[in-house]
Each structure stands twice: as C-alpha cells, then as structure tokens.
C-alpha cells in the first residue's frame, strides 16, 4: 500500500515543492505523469487579503512530471511544463464597443524544476520521513507581451529544501494515508524567500483502484525581498505572494498500471495572488 | 492505454478556453464642455480669443461647432467663435454652449475688464483616494506652470508598494485611460513629490487617475 501511496502523492501534486510524501520511489520503479493545468481568474488578493477585479487572465500549462528511484533511498524528480500559455482579454468600452487595451497572449514553455529525495528512514519504517532538495530553473519566459506583463516563469532561480512524514494506516476499513511537510525556498533576483507547509489526507476505494484526497497548502512570504518602491516593473508577476488553498483529487486507475486524475485547488486566502480555483486532469503510469 | 487517446481531445477542448475574449469596461459619463483658455481681467479696448474643448459620453474630445455668449454684451461683447473685447469697468459672465436632439452642455467663466489683460495662476487643491483594496491617498496641489502643469502630492501620501507597474495618468473619464495622460511610473511611494508634466494645459482633464498596468485595473483617483 506504502507503493500505491506514493504514486497517489504524487498525483496529487499542486502546490508541494515536490510531491509523493515521504515515500521514495523504490529502485527501478517510477511513476511518469501528463497533465493539464489551468486557471482563468477576473479577480485576485490583494495586499490587504482582500479581492479586487483585474482584466481577465488566464494560465495554462501543459506538463510532464516523473520520479524515478535511482536507489531505494534516492529518487530523482522533474516538474516539467513543457508548452505554457498565458493570455489577457481585450479590454473594450461598454459604451463605444472599442478596444481600449488589445488583450496579448504568450507561448512558450515554463520553469523546470529538479530535484532529488532521499528517505531519511529504511523502506517499510512505520513513520517515514523524507528530504527532498530542488532547484527551479528559469527555462520560461518572464517578460512576455508589449508591457512585459505575461510570462510563463518568474525569471529567477530558487533553490529548496522540504521535509516529509506521513503515516500510511486503515480508515473504515479503507487504505489510508496521512501526509505533511514543511519547506523553505531560497529565491533570488530579489524576490522574497517562501515558508511552505502542508498536510494531506488520502483514502483508497474500490479496492485502491479510487482515492480520493483532500489536502491544505500554505505559502508564506518572508517578505524580505524587492517591493515595486525598489524596483520599477510591468511583470504580471508580483513579489511576496502568499496563500493558503484547499484542493480535492480523485484519481482513477483505469489498468494496473495507468489511470487518470482529476484536481481542483483553489485559495481560501492569499496576498498577491489569483482568487481563483484551478483544475487540473491528465494520465499517469505507475513503474510498480 | 486506449483511453490515453483523448488526452489530445481533453488537450484541444481545454485549449478553446484559452482563447482571448473580451472584458467590458463601464466608462459611459456625461458629455461635457469647457473652456479652455482662461483670463481673469481683460484690458480696455484689447481682445482675448477663448478656446473650448467638448468631450463626448467617454472623456473623449469630440469637434463640435459650439457658441459663446456674454450676459452683459456692453462690458464684454464676444463672438459666435469666441473672440472677446474689454468695452466698459465691469464684469461679466461668458458662456459656451453646444446642444443637439440629446445633448445640452454649457460652461461659464466670470471675467472683469480693468487697465490690462490678465491672468492668475490657476491652483487646484484635493485628495487622491483609493478606490480598491490597495492603500493609496494623500493632499495634492495641480498647477499651472509657464510651460504646463505641476502634480504635487503632500507629505501624508502614501501608496502600497504590494501592486506592480502602479501608473498615474491625468483622464477626463475617471474610469478609463483611454485618451489619457500618461504622467509616467509611480517610483516615490510615500511623502511628498511632484511631477511636472509639460505641455498640458490646466484645463485639459479633469482627475488624476492611478492605473495598474500589468493587471490593467484602476487603483484610485482624485478630481482636478
């Protein structure tokens, strides 16, 4: 079950560092998945964690996630979005029907992130933890548009540290899983470095071929970086962003070894950020 | 995986969704008139040429054949077009007007004839206010300069340093840039400062408008 488990984690990426809890992939084994994320938001938070109308936005990403365990201990992760779309309507006079501000569009790909995570505990350990260290590398692009202001990544390098733990266990008779993790993002280009936390809690039905997940996400900013006092900008992408989301996955094995996922996340809070949910669906297969 | 075939479906469906659209701005005001050109006191005997400017249902200007008026032509007699003469001590009221089927617009300015044509230093004094959840306000002094305008915001102004590309412009629609002046990027977010803003007459908008270009959303205003 701790195997199906941490395949379930890391279907449920989102809004983790890296995903799969604090199972490693065992060696040899892997769990390669392409999805389709997207959100479309007419409004977002504030700095004051209030919402305010913006011109309607819209983020699509197009991604191949994998982990692959080079030993039963290390496993070796990618989050690759490898086509990325932004765009922003036009913006039109209700009284004359004209374009006030043509609406623009960017293509390209996002920010690879890589990392490596390394099972602090033996395989089959009743409390596994984890440790998983990434970097993010600005392979998209962070002045897109006429105003700079559409990008497919943020234009800096970060580098991160998380720990996991998690517990697998029986839940009205049904394969369980509690997981939660804690980490830290090291951001440059004076961009604001991040706490990040969260806790998950899986459920597997239909004789495991169902589960069902609902998790909390948290980011918080320590707000130590550049502010638009310091720097002048049009990027679309604002410093010290913060949020807290709630998201529900179901996941589906459609064969012993393939299935589809579906995802729904969005912020109950946030600074600086889009105040809308965002979904994502795609096809997985599980090396087990 | 012959259900992995319509992930290029689900892809393409997806897709059409991503397509740009259109958001509506609500931007419609009340047509307007003014006159641009002002003078306090016209001399004996000398003649001042007053200009208006007409604004259609969006703040933008709009060529329309408008007329003048005096209501005491003995003082100060002036022509359809606007051309104006000192004729006796006195003052009195000048109007410009332009009406159609649907619209009625009237502007007025009250002028004295003394010894010599003149004009004072036209002064305009308000506040910006912030009409989101940003923090945005402070006293402003607009005035008029040999070669154009100067914005000058008080030592209690204050903006949120949280918003990216914060933009201030001088508009004559209080919700939209359209036709506005671009006065440049916000760099001073608290205290006082100034911007001096060239070849704008005093008369040529009517609020100050800060405008945030990546989002393209209003953030707050204030009135001239």
Known sequence: MKKTITTILLIFSISALFAGGPWPQPKGKGYFKLSEWWTVFDKHYTDTGLTDPNLTTGIFNTTIYGEYGITDRFTAVVNAPIFSRTYMNNLKSITTQEVIIPGESLNGIGDLDVAIKFGLTKPGSSIPLSITAGVGIPTGNSNGGTLGNLQTGDGEFNQSIQLDAGKSFKLINQAAYLSSYVGLNNRTNSFSEEFRYGIELGLGLLNQKLWVSTKLNAIKSFKNGATAETVTSTSIFANNSEFTSIALDVNFYVTKRTGVSFSYATAINGEIIAAAPAYSIGVFYDMK | ?224
């Open chain 2, 1 to 224: 995986m012959k259900y992995a075939k319509i992930y290029p479906i689900a892809f393409l469906l997806i897709m059409m969704n991503s397509c740009i659209q259109d958001d509506f701005i609500e931007d419609t005001i009340d047509p307007e008139i003014r006159i641009t050109s002002i003078v306090d006191t016209i001399g004996f005997n000398d003649n001042f040429q007053f200009e208006y400017v007409y604004l259609d249902n969006t703040g933008q200007i709009e060529e329309v054949d408008a007329v003048f008026s005096s209501s005491n032509s003995d003082i100060i007699p002036i022509t359809l077009d606007g051309l104006a003469s000192g004729l006796e001590s006195g003052e009195a009221t000048l109007y410009v007007s332009y009406d159609n089927d649907e619209i009625n617009v009237v502007d007025s300015i009250l002028v004295s004839v003394g010894a010599n044509t003149s004009t004072s230093v036209q002064v305009s004094n308000g506040e910006i206010q912030t009409t989101s959840s940003y923090q945005l306000e402070g006293d402003f002094e607009f005035r008029e300069t040999t070669d154009g305008v100067v914005l000058e915001l008080g030592e209690n102004y204050i903006a949120s340093t949280a918003l990216p590309g914060l933009y201030v412009y001088l508009s004559n629609n209080k919700t939209s840039i359209a036709n506005a002046h671009e006065i440049g990027a916000v760099e001073v977010f608290s205290g006082a400062h100034q911007y001096e803003i060239a070849n704008v007459n005093f008369d040529d908008f009517s609020y100050i408008v800060y405008f945030c270009k990546p989002f393209n959303v209003k953030v707050g205003d204030g009135d001239l």
